[in-house]
């Protein structure tokens, strides 16, 4: 996703209650949605398996400085601590006009 004020919701016939912040639309919570609530235990499970991700991400945006998808990895990295300021800012400094001008690139450069 592309905006931070996207998110994925499942909803279904029935009382449902959304939890939304601006800015931080892709942590939002939906009570009432059994469709939801396996999608969030599907994303949990999807943890077991991060610290090989994580890995993967760092590697990607470091080495494909003319895609688009490196900012929205970089914004994520940091985002999850993962990642220090000098090596988000190296790689940053290294991506094309695209990807810096991309709304990830943007955000990232305004951090």
Do not use: C
Not at 21 to 30: D, E, I, R, S, Y
Not at 49 to 54: F, I, M, W
Not at 82 to 107: C, F, H, M, W
């Amino acid at each position: 996703m592309s905006d931070p004020n996207k998110t994925v919701v499942f909803l279904e016939p029935g009382y449902l209650q959304l939890e939304l912040t601006q800015g931080n639309f892709f942590k939002a919570k939906l009570e009432g949605s059994n469709t939801q609530n396996e999608f969030d235990k599907f994303h949990k499970m999807q943890e077991s398996l991060k610290p090989a991700g994580d890995s993967l991400a760092i590697d990607f945006f470091t080495s494909h400085p003319n895609s688009y998808v490196s900012p929205l990895l970089m914004w994520e990295a940091n985002d999850r601590n993962q990642v220090t300021y000098e090596l988000i800012k190296s790689a940053y400094n290294k991506l094309s006009d695209g990807p810096k001008n991309s709304l990830y690139g943007r955000l990232i450069d305004k951090n």
